[in-house]
């Protein structure tokens, strides 16, 4: 594996002012001996890991689930964007090692904790896993090392939250152990911005924890960017969150509007994006997916509530993207009721389950509440998605049990609806587009074929 180094050394961090175990985290990170351990193995943990590994540090994989530790351990990805040769590569270098074994934690000089962030039944933070993983630190928590919170979550967790449990050990912070927060900014799937090459935002809970997590991140990463507290790096998140959240309701009300009044929303948003300052283009969809969007500004409303505030804003724009998949819905019955038909006993291919393209991560996904909503119509449900094969059990859904169909001018033919809910690139729309007899677009992705279109719907 090829070591990259993005930052050279600048001035040596490991000075005599500070404590003992200060200068020995220091100077192994500047000598890049420092061994990097990663709690969660997932979607960011794994990305994060390659770019320790790849900056020359020796790192250690822990994740309580056993069968993605055989996997990793086998150097077999469960992760569809992240290929097989990237495991192996590291494998091999020696400078990763997956282990379920947290006995093991011990041995890693900074603990970057990367594990879920749910919401609960009633929608509040969920912060279970952050506790657990904290409490298996703290039970081994050492002199000089650095444990830093990656999960996304409301301002005052690593503080307030992490703080405690850590300091059950009797070590102090900022003297004996080190503790900042950074955001995870992992954009799945997005070849141009791999873990290495998105700048980082890093907050420490004290000014030597602060040093040495820039300086851990410099060694690893394009660029960091030190704030004065773990609360601001902890706001910044969901802050890039919640903007996109609430940009993205946005467009979801004027596609709405718009399609009242004959006005294509993709086309109008093409143009505004040519606006070269003040204008930052989002898209319309079926409603919000994946771990982030949909779940963190409900952290966000519930820190407000707790110190007195509303979030009317955020609110309102939970309120109109969850109403999306109702509205896709009402285009199909339109659609269909053209053509004298209702959604009960219809065949109808839901295209796309995965929550964005070309990845196979299917959490949040607004196709699993088309799911709800095709079935308790009463719809004869299909569905195919190139990167999930059979439908997955989902928390909030009863999911059918099917398989992926493989797209074909015959299965086309043969259905009666086909909504496309993820735009994978590798799918053929031209033959979506030529043999289904109704197509219900949510993604704009038939807008480039060259073929009469009054077959399809825009939703
Ligand atoms: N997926 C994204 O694109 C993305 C982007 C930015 C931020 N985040 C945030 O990063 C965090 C992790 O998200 P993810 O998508 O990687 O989740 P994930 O579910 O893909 O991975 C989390 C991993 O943590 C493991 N785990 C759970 N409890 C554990 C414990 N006590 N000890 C060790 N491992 C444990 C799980 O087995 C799982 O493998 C969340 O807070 C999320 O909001 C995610």
């Known amino acids: 594996m090829r070591i990259r180094t993005f930052l050279p050394a600048e001035t040596p961090i490991s000075t005599t002012l500070r404590s003992e175990p200060f200068q020995k985290l220091a100077q192994?990170?500047?000598?890049?001996?420092?061994?990097?351990?990663?709690?969660?193995?997932?979607?960011?943990?794994?990305?994060?890991?390659?770019?320790?590994?790849?900056?020359?540090?020796?790192?250690?994989g822990f994740d309580v689930d056993e069968r993605k530790i055989e996997q990793l351990t086998a150097g077999k990805s469960y992760i569809g964007h992240l290929p097989d040769e990237m495991l192996t590569e590291m494998l091999d270098s020696k400078l990763f090692e997956p282990t379920s074994e947290m006995n093991r934690l011990e041995e890693a000089d900074i603990i970057l904790i990367c594990v879920p962030t749910p919401l609960s039944e009633s929608r509040d933070p969920d912060l279970r896993y952050v506790e657990s993983t904290a409490e298996e630190i703290a039970k081994?928590?050492?002199?000089?090392?650095?444990?830093?919170?990656?999960?996304?979550?409301?301002p005052g967790t690593t503080k307030d939250c992490v703080l405690p449990i850590l300091e059950q050990s009797g070590l102090k912070v900022?003297?004996?152990?080190?503790?900042?927060?950074?955001?995870?900014?992992?954009?799945?799937?997005?070849?141009?911005?791999?873990?290495?090459?998105?700048?980082?935002?890093?907050?420490g809970h004290d000014e030597a924890s602060a040093t040495l997590a820039e300086a851990i991140y410099k060694n690893a990463v394009v660029d960091v960017i030190k704030v004065s507290s773990c609360e601001?790096?902890?706001?910044?998140?969901?802050?890039?969150?919640?903007?996109?959240?609430?940009?993205?309701?946005?467009?979801?009300?004027?596609?709405?509007?718009?399609?009242r009044m004959g006005i294509d929303i993709w086309?109008?948003?093409?143009?505004?994006?040519?606006?070269?300052?003040?204008?930052?283009?989002?898209?319309?969809?079926?409603?919000?997916?994946?771990?982030?969007?949909?779940?963190?500004?409900?952290?966000?409303?519930?820190?407000?509530?707790?110190?007195?505030?509303?979030?009317?804003?955020?609110?309102?724009?939970?309120?109109?993207?969850?109403?999306?998949?109702?509205?896709v819905i009402s285009k199909a019955m339109e659609g269909l009721n053209h053509q004298g038909k209702a959604i009960r006993n219809s065949k109808i291919?839901?295209?796309?389950?995965?929550?964005?393209?070309?990845?196979?991560?299917?959490?949040?996904?607004?196709?699993?509440?088309?799911i709800d909503e095709l079935l308790h119509f009463g719809a004869?449900?299909?569905?195919?998605?190139p990167f999930v094969p059979k439908l997955p059990s989902m928390r909030n859904h009863?999911?059918?049990?099917?398989?992926?169909?493989?797209?074909?001018?015959?299965?086309?033919?043969?259905?009666?609806?086909?909504?496309?809910?993820?735009?994978?690139?590798?799918?053929?729309?031209?033959?979506?587009?030529?043999?289904?007899?109704?197509?219900?677009?949510?993604?704009?992705?038939?807008?480039?074929?060259?073929?009469?279109?009054?077959?399809?719907?825009?939703?």
């Open 28 to 60: 192994s990170i500047e000598d890049r001996t420092a061994c990097v351990g990663v709690m969660g193995l997932g979607y960011v943990g794994l990305p994060l890991i390659h770019a320790f590994a790849s900056a020359g540090h020796p790192t250690l």
């Open 140 to 154: 081994r928590l050492r002199p000089g090392q650095m444990i830093v919170l990656e999960s996304t979550t409301y």
């Open 174 to 203: 900022g003297e004996d152990f080190f503790l900042a927060y950074s955001p995870e900014r992992e954009d799945p799937g997005n070849k141009d911005y791999t873990a290495s090459r998105i700048p980082k935002v890093v907050g």
């Open 232 to 259: 601001i790096a902890e706001a910044c998140k969901i802050l890039e969150n919640t903007y996109r959240a609430v940009n993205i309701a946005l467009v979801n009300e004027l596609k709405m509007l718009y399609d």
């Open 267 to 327: 086309e109008v948003i093409d143009a505004a994006k040519t606006k070269p300052f003040g204008f930052q283009a989002f898209y319309p969809g079926p409603g919000l997916g994946g771990h982030c969007i949909p779940i963190d500004p409900f952290y966000l409303t519930w820190v407000a509530r707790k110190n007195g505030c509303s979030t009317r804003f955020i609110e309102l724009a939970g309120e109109i993207n969850t109403s999306m998949p109702k509205y």
């Open 349 to 370: 291919c839901l295209l796309g389950v995965a929550y964005k393209k070309d990845v196979d991560d299917p959490r949040e996904s607004p196709s699993f509440v088309l």
């Open 380 to 385: 004869d449900l299909s569905y195919s998605d």
């Open 398 to 459: 009863n999911v059918p049990d099917l398989a992926s169909e493989d797209l074909t001018p015959e299965f086309l033919a043969s259905q009666d609806c086909v909504i496309i809910a993820t735009d994978h690139t590798e799918v053929d729309y031209e033959m979506v587009v030529q043999y289904a007899p109704l197509v219900i677009d949510t993604r704009n992705a038939t807008a480039k074929i060259n073929l009469p279109k009054e077959n399809v719907i825009k939703a």
